[in-house]
T-cell receptor, first 109, second 115 residues
Framework: EDQVTQSPEALRLQEGESSSLNCSYT??????LFWYRQDPGKGPEFLFT???AGEEKEKERLKATLTKKESFLHITAPKPEDSATYLC??????????FGAGTTVTVRA | GAGVSQSPSNKVTEKGKDVELRCDPI?????LYWYRQSLGQGLEFLIY????????KSGLPSDRFSAERTGGSVSTLTIQRTQQEDSAVYLC?????????????FGPGTRLTVT
């Protein structure tokens, strides 16, 4: 059974204070690792898919990296609008995602 | 364009009653997913529809849960004889791609409270 563990559960940052979120996973044959952003009262919004160790993807202040056991989401010089819950998920087949519980990021101005 | 819509946005029901949750996917999206999000837990896969293929129901937690998709578009998730542990946010997602490696587009969810 695929398992995903995210840490920390919550992260409070000052505006401009860079940090990283961790996603550790166990999966029988990784088809993809996914990062989503979720704002309160809304559904998750897709950010990235990573397929193999060593792969990196960037979007604005976010950068996702992948190793054989974990993924990191780096937030560089965050702004208050980056406050959200960030969800990590893995898939070992073509359609089923297994999600972690998420990291709630709060960025103070 | 219009995104995935879900109704109702909130539903409060008494234990033992049946509820129906509706999902309107983005037009033309062939893949449709239902997830459940409980407080402090990750999204839990419930069911997957792809075109006219038989759905994958392996995530449904009990036989009280069922779902259908009519005409390859609108989907309804039905929970019979609701229990307090069914309280959660139920999220629907759709995708134009059959494989999950591409992004899914989520609706805002239905918050179900069973009293």
């Amino acid at each position: 059974e695929d398992q995903v563990t995210q840490s920390p559960e919550a992260l409070r940052l000052q505006e401009g204070e860079s940090s990283s979120l961790n996603c550790s996973y166990t999966v029988s044959g990784l088809r993809g690792l996914f990062w989503y952003r979720q704002d309160p009262g809304k559904g998750p919004e897709f950010l990235f898919t990573l397929y193999s160790a060593g792969e990196e993807k960037e979007k604005e202040r976010l950068k996702a990296t992948l190793t054989k056991k974990e993924s990191f989401l780096h937030i560089t010089a965050p702004k208050p609008e980056d406050s959200a819950t960030y969800l990590c998920a893995v898939s070992s087949n073509d359609y089923k995602l297994s999600f972690g519980a998420g990291t709630t990021v709060t960025v103070r101005a | 364009g219009a995104g995935v819509s879900q109704s109702p946005s909130n539903k409060v029901t008494e234990k033992g009653k049946d509820v129906e949750l509706r999902c309107d996917p983005i037009s033309g999206h062939t893949a449709l997913y239902w997830y459940r999000q409980s407080l402090g837990q990750g999204l839990e896969f419930l069911i997957y529809f792809q075109g006219n293929s038989a759905p994958d129901k392996s995530g449904l937690p009990s036989d009280r849960f069922s779902a259908e998709r009519t005409g390859g578009s609108v989907s309804t998730l039905t929970i019979q004889r609701t229990q307090q542990e069914d309280s959660a946010v139920y999220l629907c997602a759709s995708s134009p791609f059959p494989r999950v490696s591409r992004e899914q587009y989520f609706g805002p969810g239905t918050r179900l409270t069973v009293t």
